[in-house]
């Protein structure tokens, strides 16, 4: 079924930075739908950080209170998935998993990204609590702690070095990193962060509480925290259908876009993490407001050029 409204945009997720879009478009007017499928990527997380005045609010509070300040405006929040876009009259088609199929002019995607973590027994058990990734969103919690780092790529040197800030007690565990050259051999070394060679079998738990680190060989190594190094890949399903495709990374892969969010398809839009890997939640709703105030403008022009038509036209 397919509805009769023709929304100003659709926005497809609900979290920072999709939130903060249907926010800012709401205040200009334009008729806003987002639709979320309720799968937050810092769930797992008892707090967000950085977010000014805010810090450490639980992340479901969080959207739950943009869920409101949206709603207030007239933003619409429909709880579903978008299975399918495609172009339709000069706009968007954007079918639901619920069977119904809705109509915009614009559409912004705030899909985020998945974290493709590494295939360690314990890690996806802890990830969000002491398996980390991010020394800005967790860093504080875990200062002074014995602090392990999951090597599987060569960006985890840089991870020692970051976590290296906040505490004396960082191990780099080698595991599948390709051989370190010398010049980051002589930042470890100089900052005191040993290398432990051996593939890593698997993170010990007691009752939910990260303990050691494990080898294959037997080894056990006590910590406190484990960092680790996922894979960044955007969800691009609704962008790859309408014939875009994602940009590599050396950390994963995203939707690429001009500093407005606007992509290399017209009327297409992206903010949050699936344009940029790196957005920590302040971030993401700086993203999703710039998007807005784009986007629009582009509905704001291509208005002002309609009237100018249709007064010729009298």
């Not at 407005?260 to 790196?278: C, E």
Request: with cysteine; net charge negative.
């Amino acid at each position: 079924m397919t509805t009769d409204t023709t929304y100003d945009v659709t926005i497809v997720g609900g979290g920072a930075a999709g939130l903060s879009a249907a926010v800012a478009l709401a205040r200009s007017l334009r008729s806003v739908l987002v639709v979320d499928a309720g799968e937050p990527r810092n769930a797992p997380a008892d707090g967000a950080h950085n977010v000014l005045a805010r810090d450490g609010i639980p992340p479901l509070e969080l959207l739950a209170a943009g869920r409101r300040e949206a709603e207030h405006y007239g933003a619409r929040i429909r709880h579903d998935r978008a299975v399918a876009a495609r172009r339709h009259d000069g706009g968007f088609e954007v079918d639901l998993a619920d069977g119904e199929t809705v109509r915009a002019r614009r559409l912004l995607l705030a899909t985020g990204l998945v974290d493709e973590l590494p295939d360690i027994p314990g890690v996806r058990e802890l990830w969000g609590k002491s398996v980390l990734h991010c020394p800005y969103c967790h860093g504080w919690e875990v200062r002074g702690q014995r602090i392990g780092v999951l090597g599987t790529s060569p960006l985890n040197v840089h991870q020692a070095l970051l976590f290296r800030q906040l505490s004396e007690d960082v191990t780099l565990f080698a595991h599948r990193m390709p051989d370190l050259d010398g010049d980051a051999e002589a930042k470890l070394a100089a900052l005191d962060i040993p290398v432990v060679n051996g593939a890593v079998a698997r993170l010990r738990a007691v009752d939910g509480v990260l303990r050691a680190v494990v080898l294959d060989d037997g080894r056990e190594f006590a910590v406190d925290a484990v960092t680790v190094a996922p894979r960044f890949v955007a969800r691009s399903d609704l962008y790859e259908q309408l014939g875009g495709a994602l940009t590599e990374h050396p950390a994963g892969a995203f939707i690429a876009t001009d500093p407005t969010g606007r992509t290399q398809i017209p009327g297409v839009w992206a903010a949050g993490n699936s344009s940029d890997l790196s957005a920590m939640v302040a971030a993401a709703t700086g993203a999703g407001v710039m998007a807005a105030a784009a986007v629009n403008a582009d509905l704001v022009a291509e208005d002002a050029t309609a009237a100018v038509k249709a007064r010729a036209a009298r």
